[in-house]
């Protein structure tokens, strides 16, 4: 305990002496020094604060020359690593020079320690009271070194403290408000409005019955406005959604408004009017008003912009026109074309444009006609492991009906008739892609490995 206590009395004599040194020092040698120095920074925090969103400066540096001092709570740095620390000493703030007189280096640098320490305490109160260091580049892009983590992240920000955040958003405060004055945003609207705000009689979302149906059709027949029409598609396009609406929309003579605007230039227009019509396809009459555009509809698809709005709504209702053996005979020429498109299409292409080659490949007695077709040799290579379960499971079910229909139709027997750019070469004579399905057996998605299995017990 003795020991104990002689300890705590010298650290409290250190504390006291330094204390009396530090008094000393400011009210005979570094008075009039100390004032000058707190003063001029003082004067230069307000003139940064006045300057920032006028005159922007770049380098992080003062009107002065002076480079500003970044500690705790400041922004990105130009080094690799955040710096954190807080150094004791007049390493703390490089840029400003500080002359002290020959009597205060004499005493052991006490005094030095003691002013550092008390320079320390006034950047953490001021940074407390929101007065934090401020930053005269303010606009323009934010660059973040590699070793710092993104803004707004969950592991934080890239500032360490909420100071430096608070002193940005006041020497900013200017700017921003400028910023938000002169905002020319756009207020959300749920139609882009292309010539003019139309009060449509109905809303898009209702259920209408037949006179309202036939209001609408008579709209959609008489207008000329793309606004107009499009609204118009919405709405008979989401009533016939509805079975008893389907109905309605063909009886009162529906269809050939709505596919007389496949030939309109507008890709919005074109777009709502086939989602219309697939929705109209799902049953099985209207269908047999629908059959006399199909052909017009796959060319207008394979023709228009690749992956497309327009290109997926086609190949929705296609798709839905050759679910069943009745219209797929008015789709053969374009068997080429399915193909090169099954190739050059993204992934949402791809995948809508097997479902369509299912659709025939489930018909026997379109096999010849599909097999005999040239295709890309480039398509053995979605047989790959690499893309997702939706592709891999399509594109096995086509080989598999493929192969099903060869050996009922006999065609295996007839191969001298198909050339090598063939689809049967490709599936049936190169043996590419029987390796190719082998080696998906290893797949780790067990659906995968399953259906591969089941395609190699049929070989």
């Known amino acids: 305990m003795g020991r104990t206590r002689e300890a705590g009395c010298v650290a409290a004599g250190m504390v006291i002496g330094a204390g009396a040194c530090y008094c000393v020092y400011r009210l005979t040698w570094g008075k009039d020094e100390n004032e000058k120095l707190w003063d001029d920074e003082e004067e230069e925090e307000e003139e940064e604060e006045e300057s920032c969103s006028d005159k922007p400066e770049t380098g992080g540096k003062t009107e002065k020359g002076v480079k500003t001092n970044v500690g705790v709570g400041a922004g990105p740095q130009d080094d690799s690593k955040p710096k954190a620390d807080v150094k004791v000493g007049q390493e703390n703030d490089p840029g400003v020079k500080i002359e002290a007189h020959p009597e205060s280096q004499g005493e052991g640098g006490l005094e030095a320690k003691a002013k550092a320490l008390f320079k320390i305490l006034k950047e953490q109160a001021s940074a407390k009271a ?68 139309f009060n449509f009689p109905y809303k898009i979302d209702d259920i209408l019955s037949a006179p309202d149906l036939q209001k609408v059709l008579n709209i959609l027949e008489r207008t000329n406005d793309p606004f107009t029409q499009e609204v118009a598609l919405v709405t008979l396009g989401n009533n016939a959604a509805y079975s008893f609406n389907q109905n309605a929309i063909r009886e009162l003579g529906g269809v050939p408004i709505i596919a007389k605007l496949i030939k309109t230039r507008d890709p919005i227009i074109r777009e709502k009017t086939y989602n219309a019509l697939n929705n109209l396809s799902v049953n099985s009459e209207n269908q047999g008003k629908i059959k006399t555009y199909i052909s017009q509809v796959c060319d207008d698809t394979m023709i228009c912009r690749l992956d497309s709005a327009v290109q997926m709504a086609g190949l929705r209702l296609l798709t839905n026109m050759t679910v069943t053996n009745h219209y797929q005979h008015l789709l053969s020429y374009s068997f080429p074309d399915f193909f090169a498109l099954l190739f050059l299409g993204n992934h949402f292409t791809k995948i809508q444009t097997m479902k369509l080659i299912i659709n025939f490949t489930e018909n026997p007695a379109m096999t010849r006609e599909l097999v005999s077709c040239k295709v890309p040799s480039e398509l053995i290579s979605l047989f790959n492991k690499e893309w997702d379960r939706e592709i891999l499971l399509n594109i096995l079910t086509l080989f598999e009906n493929i192969n099903d229909n060869i050996k009922s139709e006999g065609l295996a027997s007839s191969r001298k008739e198909f050339s090598r750019s063939s689809l049967f070469f490709l599936f049936k004579e190169s043996g590419v892609c029987v390796k190719k399905i082998r080696a998906l057996a290893n797949h780790k998605d067990l659906v995968v490995k399953v259906k591969v299995l089941k395609v190699l017990t049929k070989l």
């Open 130 to 197: 929101g007065r934090g260091i401020r930053f005269a580049n303010i606009s323009g892009t934010r660059t973040l070194s590699s070793g710092l983590p993104c803004p707004g992240g969950r592991g934080g920000g890239c500032h360490p403290g909420r100071s430096g955040a608070r002193a940005r958003s006041r020497a900013s405060g200017k700017a921003k408000r400028k910023n938000r004055s002169k905002s020319t945003k756009a207020p959300a609207t749920a139609w882009p409005v292309r010539r003019g705000k």
